[in-house]
Structures are given as structure tokens and as C-alpha cells.
């Protein structure tokens, strides 16, 4: 029978696979895929509950569009069907159910499945419109056989049972589900585990093992189903439980069996071995990874202790990291290490002020209001304080001086015995100089700011009056008219007696004045020291 | 007790004895001290300053300045030897110190010298002035045109470092050619010794006047 899903696909596989037809885009491929693709999105509507569209619209659609709602269709789909995929995963004799219900014509679809299920898992980016499809398909199978199947288990489970369990609450599954809990906690053998369950097909374990293993382990655990099968199932259930708990041996726990390793999980293994250093871990992590179907909880969170355990180890034995080694230079580290760094250090220089409108507004109101108060802020020099009194600055006098040495010396004593009474020095005339000009200016600033006038200090003063007519003194223009002196005629000449000029002399008067001087020259010879003559000639007696 | 008393009597008339006996000692003679006139067992003590040629005519020039407190003040006899060219001194009697004599003949000496006779009076009023006399080639040799260029650099232009140097120290200096005198007392001879060594060895006038200047204030600080 020809199904329009079958006659689609086959449609489909007509037109020629080969990519270089698809490179130029030719109206009757498409069209013949968009048909395709029709029927097969109809096929696929009942299964989805979710889809918005109700056909697969083509007309005038673009091949994005199309897509697009394909895609909408399908995933939620394949959402759906990957969970029942790994439900199978788990739980192999439900296919083996479904396979029992549907015809032996269905085995070679199921072997299909299996292949396409590690198809699935390996291609997941087919962006071809027939692998998709074909997918769908199969899953959708799968999917239908594994729902007849449950079906059939819940009504044999319901004809045994009774008031308690409806079509939501199995015990059988509830148990089930607490013994494989058990079993992954405890780490008991899985198969064993699975042999507790209810029914076992054959056919679904071989598979298995195949899809799976290297090794089988077939015939005992067949054995082991069919004898469990015929127990009844609540008590072979619990014989088998207790029979496997009771038996736990350390075998159990940390057995070395060799099963199942994949190539990826030998490669595992290696690593570890290479890696880990005690055997026990070895052997625990061999054990555990050798298991099929996962760790329980707490073997995974052992692993991982473990694995941060032989981290920090190694990390402990590794040189330090140059952050951690305390005070490094540029050459202990590698180049630009530091930015990589998130690096804190105190910053001694204050950061640099941002300039921004509201800074330089208040400076410049500063500035004005300053200028306007002209309040400077001036350096003014520190008034010093002079302690000692000013010393005279004696200059040195190029001329000769006129004083002689004995003079100078004696002023010298006399200063020295009796100050007072010693002759104004240079210094000294200076000051006095200066107190007299002082007084003069102060007279005349008296004499202007007092109403009362004072007369000026009568200073007495010796001075040589030069025998000048007064009108040379007075005035400066030459006046030949007077001739008056400024001294008086005795001043002039204290005279006594008759006074004769040369000419008048007589020869009496001549020799008159020659007797006198003669008298004149005499006393004074006489008045000179005799004693000098007296001694020479004593001298000169004494010589001789 | 008679025994006694002539025992006592006869050790003080052995005690008193001697001395009626022998002269009593003469007093202790008060010499009083020499006279010039007196010394050398009553010879007349004599001076005799040679006078060069160049200070003959200020000699005649001078000559009553000199005589008038020599022979006044100091009472020393003094007269010119003009044979031999020798000013001469000599004590009298009533000379009241040897030293006069001395002082005398130093300040005829230090007028022979070159100085004037006011400068050289005060070596008659003071003890301590003292005459002191250098070469130039002592300080340093120089030839020629060198030596006649430190000469100049002694005096200065017009005489005016030569001044500077006097008033500063109050010293006074007498450059004959290559002879220097200094007249003064002993610390301001040493300053104005050093001024002049330094002069001629080469430093300029500028650098003595501030060394001059130095010298004189702390001079005039010590009084």
C-alpha cells in the first residue's frame, strides 16, 4: 500500500539527487518539491498539536516562507519525539512492547530506527527538505508503536491490580521507577537491575549490546529474564531486589569489568591513566565510566571532587602564577601581563582638575571681584630688624695726610684716656654738620606754621672780614663812584707817630731807622740760645 | 744666779761684743740710677748718624726742627759734622735717660731715612714706633722695566695708593728706589708690609684698597 506520505518521499527520491542540479533554480524541480512537501506536511498535521497552519500554504510563497512553517510545524515535534527517542533509550523492552504488538514486518523499521537514531545524533544541520521528512517519519512510527505499547502494559497491569491504581497513578512504575533510583545510588549492576523489571525482550537487549557494547553478555541474563518472568511479578520483583541488595559485594562497587567501552571512552580511560595517580580512582573512575548509563548523584559529584581535588594538587605544584608571587619586576613576568590585571595602587598626586565652564566661570568671578578690591595677594619683604647700630664706614683717604704721625697718635691716646676731651673726628664734623642744617630747616618751618614769630638764634659766629669796598660786597655791578671801605681807617692802619714815606726821609731819619733796626737784630741774636756757640768751642777744645 | 746672769750677761756681751768691736756695716747704698753722663765711668756717650747726600739740603732745610727738641726736650746734645758728614750726639749732664740718647739717634736716622720730621717726632714721643726697612728684590726679583712698573704700582698716581696705605694703617712709608721704609708700631707695620708685598708681587690697587678697608674697620672697631 501506498501511502501519500510514501508516494512523496518517493516523488522526491526521483528527482535526481545530485547537487550540481540544484545550483541553477529550475521551475518544475520546485514545483515538484513543493508538492512533496505538501503532502508531507499534511501527513505530519495530526500528530502536531501546535501548528497554526492547516496545509502548507505554496502559492506565491517564497522558499524562506515555506520554510518557515515547516520549521514552525516541526519543532515542537522534534521536541516531543527526541523525549520518547531517550525514553527508549532508558527503556529498551518498550520498544520491544511495541515491536510485539506491530507486525515482524516492523523489526526491519525498528533497525532502521537504531541506525537513524545515531544518524539523528550525528547530522543535525540538514538544511535538504527529505531527511527532515524522512525523520519525521520514522519518529512518528516510532512514536505510534511506543504508545500502542504502553497501552497494552497499563491494561494488563490494570486487570491484575485493582481499586488503587487508574490509568495516572501505576504502582508497578512508581516501583520501578524507586528500584532504578536504588540501583543508581547503590551502583548495582545495571543489567541486573533491568532484569528485575518486567518483561525483557531479547531482541531489545541483543540490540543493545550491539548498538552499544563489545562484549555480549546474552545468555545468562536471558536466562535470568525468562525465569524472572515467570515469577509473579510483585514478588519476583522483590526476591530479585532483595537477593541483589543482600548480595552487594565490594565486586559491585568497584568491579573491573570490562564492558562497554566505546572507542571514545578507551581513549577516556587512557587519559586517565595517564593523569590520575592512585589506582583505587582508577579503578573507580574505569568502574564508573564503564557504566552504561550514567553516575548516580553521588558518584558525580565524588568525580567531580576529585577532579578539583587533582586540580588544585597540580596546581600547587605548578610555579606560581606572577600575580601570587609577592614583589615581581618587569622581568619575572611576561610582556603586558600587568594590563591583563586588574591592578590597585594609591595614587600620590591628586588627579588632575577637570576644566570644565562652571571652573573657569568662578575663577574669572575670583579674578574680578579681586581686581575690583584690589586685594593682590602681593609678596611684601619682611621688614628685618637691624640689631646692630649702623657701623661708620671709615673711607680711606688717598691724600696725604696732614696730621703727622705723632699727631695721630696722640689723638689716639687722648680718645683712648679721655674721650671727651678729644677732637672732633671726621665723622663727628659730619654730624655736626647735619644738626645744623637740620636746625635751619626747622627754624623756617617754624617761622611758616606758627602764628607767634620767633626770631631767628643769634649763632656767633668768627669770620675774616676782607678789607672790600662794601658796594663790591653789596652789589655786583661795578660802581666807580664809592670807594668805602669795609674796614675802618684805624683797622686798616694803628699807627703812631710821624710817618714818612722813602722819599721824604732826610739822612738823619735814614740813619735813625737804621740804629733801631741794628738794636732790633741784636736783642733777638741775644735772645737765642748762647749755649750752642759755648759748646762747640768746648768741643773743639776737647778735640784738639 | 750671778753665774747665770754673767752667763746671760757674757753671751750678750759676746753677743754685743762683736759689735762695738768690728764697724757696723754700712748702710745699704741707694745707688740711684746712672746718668747718661755717668756711664762708662763718666764718659760722654755718643751717637753718630751718617746723612746722605740726597737728604743734606733738607737736612739744612729742617735742621732747627730737628735741633730745637732734641736738644730741648730730650736733652741730648747733638751737632752736624760737615767734614765727615755725620750729624753727632751727645749726652749732657743733666740728660735724665740713656734711652734719650737712643731715641735721638733714631729719629735723626729715621729723618736720614726720608721720613718727615713730624712723623719721625712721634719716635720720640712713643716707645713702641719702630722703623722697618725692605727690598724689593726681597719680595720678589724683578728687572727693568718690571721693576720700575712695581715701583709705580708702590706709589700709585700721585702717590695715592701710597697714602691710602698710611691713613689706613696709620703708618708712614718712604720709598727710596728699590728701598722701602715703614714707620709705625709693630701690628700696623705688619699690615702695611702686607699691603705693600702684595703690591708688588702684582695685585692691583683695587684689591689692596679692599683689603686696606677691611683692615681699617676692625682696627677702628678695636678702639
Known sequence: MVTPVEAAVESLRQISTEPPVWLVPKQELSQAVRAASKLLFASLKPHCTKSPFDELLIEGFDAEQIWQQIDLQSQPLLSSLRREVKKFEKHPEEISKLKVDVEGGKKKVLEEIETENVVVNDDDDEDDDIDMDEEDEDEEEEGEEKEKGREEE????????????????????????????????????????????????????????????????????????????????????????????????????????????????????????????????????????????????????LDELRSKIEQMEKANLDPKVW?????????????????????????????????????????????????????????????????????????????????????????????????????????????????????????????????????????????????????????????????????????????????????????????????????????????????????RNSDEGSKV | MSIEASATMEIETVSSEPKPESNPLPPKPKFEPLKAH?????????????????????????????????????????????????????????TPDISN??????????????????????LLRLDELYVESFEIKDVKTLRGEHLSRAIGRLSGKGGKTKFAIENATKTRIVIADTKIHMLGSFANIKIARDSLCSLILGSPAGKVYSKLRQVSARLAERF
Open chain 1, 323 to 535: 600575580t601570587m608571587r609577592g614583589e615581581v619586576t618587569a622581568a619575572q613576568r611576561q610582556k603586558n601581563s600587568a594590563l591583563e590585571v586588574d591592578l590597585d595602587f594609591e595614587h600620590n598626586v591628586r588627579p588632575a582638575p577637570v576644566i570644565t565652564e562652571e571652573v573657569t566661570a568662578s575663577l574669572e568671578d575670583l579674578i574680578k571681584t579681586r581686581i575690583s578690591e584690589g586685594l593682590f595677594d602681593d609678596v611684601q619683604k619682611a621688614p628685618t630688624l637691624s640689631s646692630k647700630a649702623p657701623r661708620e664706614v671709615k673711607e680711606l683717604d688717598d691724600n696725604k695726610s696732614k696730621k703727622g704721625l705723632a699727631e695721630i697718635y696722640e689723638e689716639e691716646f687722648v680718645q683712648k684716656t679721655d674721650p671727651a676731651s678729644a677732637p672732633l673726628t671726621f665723622s663727628d664734623e659730619l654730624k655736626k654738620e647735619a644738626s645744623m642744617l637740620f636746625k635751619k630747616l626747622c627754624l623756617k618751618l617754624d617761622a611758616l606754621s606758627h602764628f607767634h614769630f620767633t626770631p631767628k638764634p643769634v649763632v656767633e659766629d668768627m669770620s675774616i672780614q676782607t678789607n672790600v669796598p662794601a658796594l663790591a660786597m653789596e652789589e655786583i655791578a661795578p660802581m666807580a663812584v664809592s670807594d668805602a671801605a669795609m674796614l675802618a681807617p684805624e683797622e686798616v692802619f694803628s699807627g703812631k707817630g710821624d710817618i714818612k714815606e722813602e722819599a721824604e726821609m732826610t739822612k738823619a731819619d735814614r740813619k735813625k731807622r737804621r740804629a733801631n733796626k741794628k738794636r732790633k737784630f741784636k736783642a733777638k741774636a741775644a735772645k737765642r740760645p748762647r749755649a750752642n756757640t759755648s759748646v
Open chain 2, 101 to 122: 740718647l737712643q731715641k735721638c739717634a733714631d729719629f735723626v736716622q729715621a729723618f736720614m731715612l726720608g721720613f718727615d720730621v713730624p712723623d719721625a717726632i712721634a
Open chain 1, 154 to 301: 497499563s491494561e494488563n497491569e490494570g486487570e491484575e491490580k485493582g481499586g488503587i491504581e487508574d490509568k495516572f497513578l501505576k504502582i508497578k512504575e512508581l516501583q520501578e521507577y524507586l528500584e532504578e533510583d536504588e540501583a543508581r545510588e547503590f551502583g548495582t549492576n545495571k543489567k541486573k537491575r533491568k532484569a528485575e523489571t518486567k518483561k525483557h525482550e531479547e531482541d531489545t537487549e541483543d540490540e543493545e549490546e550491539e548498538g552499544d557494547d563489545e562484549e555480549n553478555e546474552d545468555d545468562t541474563d536471558e536466562a535470568e529474564e525468562e525465569e524472572e518472568d515467570e515469577l509473579g511479578l510483585f514478588g519476583g520483583d522483590d526476591e530479585s531486589d532483595e537477593d541483589d541488595l543482600g548480595n552487594a559485594r565490594y565486586e559491585d562497587f568497584f568491579s573491573r569489568k570490562k564492558s562497554k567501552d566505546s572507542e571514545d571512552k578507551a581513549k577516556y580511560r587512557d587519559m586517565l591513566e595517564e593523569d590520575s595517580g592512585s589506582d583505587d580512582e582508577h579503578v573507580d573512575k574505569k568502574v564508573k565510566n564503564q557504566r552504561k548509563d550514567g553516575l548516580s548523584k553521588h558518584e558525580k559529584e
Open chain 2, 38 to 94: 755717668e756711664m762708662s765711668d763718666g764718659r760722654v756717650q755718643f751717637r753718630k748718624v751718617s746723612v746722605p747726600p740726597h737728604r743734606y739740603s733738607p737736612l739744612k732745610k729742617y735742621w732747627m726742627d730737628i735741633y730745637t727738641p732734641i736738644y730741648e726736650h730730650m736733652k741730648i746734645d747733638i751737632r752736624m759734622n760737615l767734614k765727615a758728614r755725620k750729624v753727632e750726639l751727645k749726652t749732657r749732664q743733666d
